[in-house]
């Protein structure tokens, strides 16, 4: 804990309030980062290795989660449950979850994990038809912060915030800190990825009219971060081992074997870090733009809600080095429990 704070302040001392200014820098705080995980807990299993990150980012004082909601609905009705095991695992069962109930039925998909997560482990959530409304408790868990305090890691559809940003616009602008979103591809797609392709509409709305910053990651920086395979010395209990051994790759392969692509976690690191300039090269001053057919580009325009602040990453250090680090912490033990003291030498 001590080297914590120490690293702590030496970033508060040394990095230069210019910088600081950009879109995307880490505040000048140690306090740990309040998020919400907006996550298609689903068909790919880079939203376990996400939230297996958060987890253990959490254990170190990092962060706090808040909440975890669920959008692009699985044709299983498990994807809370798989949160849930996940959650339990880590010793936070108590974390509130919400599922979209009206999300897109595009691309809608039966995952290859989350019932084996829900029958294989513990947990105490109910099918995603029953669970708590996602705008529900996205609402709930802002209103009991601070202002400017949260930040939403969105890994998945943007049917949950752009439905948050039309129902509750002044809860957005005044509590929602930082919008970091895994979406799209940059300087500009050739087709639509997936994120956006899932709920064009929704996508559209947010990058045009979401009133404050948002860091977008595209395709390309998590493709480059291949992790998972470190999953093998964890231990059978492990629900995102379960979720890497059934999640299948090109090759007659699982994504346990030789690991797989970490768009998500990429973005889960980066929501609670920031932009640590020896990792992420972070391009400012314009706007992301998604059109009619799902395609994003990157604008030297300024974004079309003044409020807003767009910026997109790119990564600085090596990818090799960068995904040891992802890993590191996706295959990190939980602490025993939620009321344990973390220890950190």
């Not at 956006?196 to 480059?224: C, L, M, N, Y």
């Amino acid at each position: 804990m001590l080297r914590y704070l120490f690293v702590c302040l030496l970033t508060i001392t040394y990095v230069p309030s210019t910088v600081m200014a950009q879109v995307g820098q880490p505040p000048a705080s140690c306090e740990p980062v309040k998020l919400i995980l907006d996550t298609d807990m689903s068909g790919d299993c880079d939203d376990a290795g996400a939230l297996a990150l958060l987890h253990a980012l959490a254990d170190r004082g990092e962060c706090e989660i808040l909440a975890v909601v669920t959008n692009r609905r699985d044709l299983t009705d498990a994807s809370a449950a798989a949160v849930d095991a996940i959650n339990t695992y880590y010793g936070r069962g108590d974390i509130p979850i919400g599922t979209d109930k009206t999300g897109p039925t595009a691309l809608q998909r039966a995952s290859p994990y989350t019932i084996a997560l829900r029958d294989e482990f513990d947990h105490d959530a109910p099918a995603d038809s029953e669970a708590l409304d996602a705008i529900e408790v996205l609402r709930n868990a802002l209103k009991k912060e601070a202002d400017q305090s949260v930040t939403i890691c969105s890994v998945g559809a943007f049917s949950n915030l752009a439905e948050l940003m039309r129902t509750e616009p002044e809860l957005v602008r005044t509590k929602v800190h930082r919008l970091v979103v895994m979406g799209g591809h940059f300087p500009k797609s050739n087709r639509p990825e997936t994120n956006i392709a899932t709920h064009i509409e929704a996508a559209r709305s947010v990058a045009d009219h979401w009133p404050g910053e948002i860091v977008w990651h595209g395709f390309e920086v998590g493709k480059q971060l291949v992790t998972g395979a470190g999953l093998k010395a964890t231990s059978n209990d492990n629900p995102v081992r379960r979720a890497y051994e059934l999640r299948p790759m090109p090759g007659n392969k699982m994504s346990i074997d030789n690991g797989k692509p970490s768009y998500d976690q990429a973005a889960a690191l980066f929501a609670v870090r920031g932009a640590q300039p020896k990792i992420w090269q972070v391009q400012n001053d314009g706007r992301v733009d998604v059109d009619e057919a799902g395609i994003t580009s990157w604008s030297q325009d300024p974004p079309r809600t003044k409020s807003a602040k767009h910026a997109y990453v790119k990564i600085a250090s090596p990818p090799k080095q960068l995904a040891r680090e992802i890993e590191d912490l996706m295959v990190a033990p939980p602490r025993k429990s939620a009321g344990d003291a973390v220890s950190v030498e």
